[in-house]
């Protein structure tokens, strides 16, 4: 007998739960924001809403489907189901958090702050949960398969990402490391930068495009279902042992880029979550490329 689906409810704390864990009260809180010239009833107002968005939802998923909530920052320990369809209730960042734990559950976004969130990920109100969830779940649903970027390192350590990996110091150190094509060891490049960067068409609307604007890149930016990444070194620094003749770049399936590390220690993580990142050392090597996996994002 199959399951029934599971309605996954991911979200994080909101600015004012933050500020009471720091704080304590409400009126602490308040008059720490007040001694800075702001007010707590916005943060407190964002508060309710998402609040208030997560009851609605809670009560569209169907009577017949069971449901659980997970909090961001416990993603890492949770264990997501075949049968699951995870309803995101937050911000476009949050999809991206929540990606790499996935594999092919249909994904719902459900935006608690429209004109807020710029909306990429997050597409939907929270009015149209019953309907998408139905959605998610019947034959033939709509849903766009956005690109994932991966990292496979030699002792077999895996990251995925939604937008982008980074690779470099854990610090503000130089980054030392040999770059090149994977398999070809003939074109790998010592160079000492601040890290390398790897995107995604989702990620082209983040850092990606910011790196990408920075330099005035000729290489067009891939569309989030596109099955293409583009990669940017950051802050190269030519010197008589490091060059820097290779410092962006394009991949489609079945290419790759390998990095071989020179220092004692580099980290590799993506969508920004720094905490849950993979480390590397001398001689160790990564290989990044298109992900097997893409997220499901119901239409």
């Keep these: 007998m199959s399951l029934a689906p599971r309605a996954v409810l991911v979200h994080r704390r909101t600015e004012y739960e933050e500020l009471?864990?720091?704080h304590g009260t409400h009126g602490q809180a308040a008059f720490f924001l007040s001694s800075r010239g702001r007010s707590i009833d916005e943060v407190a107002r964002r508060h309710?809403?998402?609040r208030q968005a997560?009851?609605?939802?809670?009560a569209a998923v169907p009577l017949t489907w069971r449901s659980t909530r997970v909090e961001r920052a416990d993603l890492d320990r949770f264990l997501f189901a075949p049968e699951d369809v995870v309803v995101v209730v937050g911000q476009d960042g949050l999809v991206a958090n929540t990606a790499k734990y996935l594999a092919g559950q249909p994904v719902v976004g459900i935006d608690t702050a429209p004109g807020r969130n710029p909306g990429v990920l997050v597409r939907h109100r929270h009015a149209d949960a019953a309907a998408l969830l139905r959605a998610a779940?019947?034959?033939g649903g709509t849903a766009d398969e956005l690109t994932m970027v991966e990292a496979v390192a030699d002792d077999t350590q895996r990251l995925l990402a939604l937008n982008e990996i980074y690779l470099g110091p854990p610090g503000h150190q130089t980054a030392r490391y040999r770059l090149g094509d994977d398999g070809e060891s003939a074109t790998d490049e010592a160079q000492a930068s601040s890290?390398?960067?790897v995107g995604t068409g989702t990620g082209a609307t983040g850092w990606l495009r910011s790196l990408w604007l920075e330099r005035g890149s000729a290489l067009p930016l891939p569309a989030p279902c596109d099955p293409r990444l583009l990669w940017f070194v950051r802050e190269a620094w030519p010197s008589p042992a490091t060059g820097t003749s290779r410092v962006a770049g394009e991949l489609g399936h079945g290419q790759g880029l390998r990095l071989t590390v020179e220092s004692d220690r580099l980290v590799v993580f993506g969508d920004g979550m720094e905490s849950d990142a993979l480390e590397l050392t001398w001689s160790q090597s990564v290989r990044l490329g298109i992900a097997e996996r893409a997220l499901r994002l119901v239409i």
């Excluded at 997560?54 to 809670?58: F, G, I, Q, T």
């Design 20 to 22: 009471l864990t720091r």
């Design 48 to 50: 309710e809403d998402t």
């Design 54 to 58: 997560l009851r609605e939802v809670a």
């Design 137 to 139: 779940t019947a034959p």
């Design 195 to 197: 890290g390398v960067l």
